[in-house]
């Protein structure tokens, strides 16, 4: 009898997890709570968009993040991915619109309506940030945010 020994890559070990049918490459193994892909990999579990990146477009820093221009967790096609920051990641999400802030955040306390109207009161009625505070539920220090633009910003 005949013993076939199979030497297989982490490439091969990574594209055979990979269902390539459409733009993104999803990741069909095991994904973590957020729908990222997960590869085990001996005793470590390693990101599967962090090891696409470094089969097919080079090697990251321990310091660099690997970033979705798909908005799509699960793919892991290295056209869709590029090497950034944390504070690259949280401005993309920001200006994609994936971003909890304002009304989206479960735990505002005001609308947007609401902060436009303390804006405009506390310049054409001068009601001071204490009495805008004390109406709206908020904090003194929360009014002098909203006025300087330190929060709620975009509006």
């Given at each position: 009898m005949?013993?076939?020994t199979v030497n297989l890559t982490m490439r091969d070990l990574f594209l055979a997890s990979v269902e390539r049918s459409g733009t993104c490459w999803i990741w069909q193994g095991?994904?973590?709570k957020d729908g990222y892909g997960r590869l085990q990999?001996?005793?470590?579990t390693l990101k599967a968009h962090r090891v696409a990146y470094e089969l097919f477009v080079g090697p990251l820093s321990v310091t660099e993040i690997v970033r979705h221009t798909c908005d799509n967790p699960p793919c892991v096609n290295p056209d869709?991915?590029?090497?950034?920051?944390?504070a690259d990641n949280q401005h993309d999400k920001v200006e994609r619109g994936r971003s909890l802030?304002?009304?989206?955040n479960p735990r505002a306390k005001l609308s947007a309506d609401q902060v436009a109207e303390i804006r405009t009161r506390y310049t054409t009625e001068h009601v001071t940030q204490l009495a805008l505070a004390k109406e709206y539920g908020v904090t003194q220090s929360h009014i002098s945010?909203?006025?300087r633009k330190a929060s709620w910003e975009w509006l």
């Open positions: 005949t013993v076939i095991s994904t973590d990999f001996g005793r470590r869709h991915l590029i090497a950034g920051t944390h802030r304002g009304e989206r945010w909203i006025l």
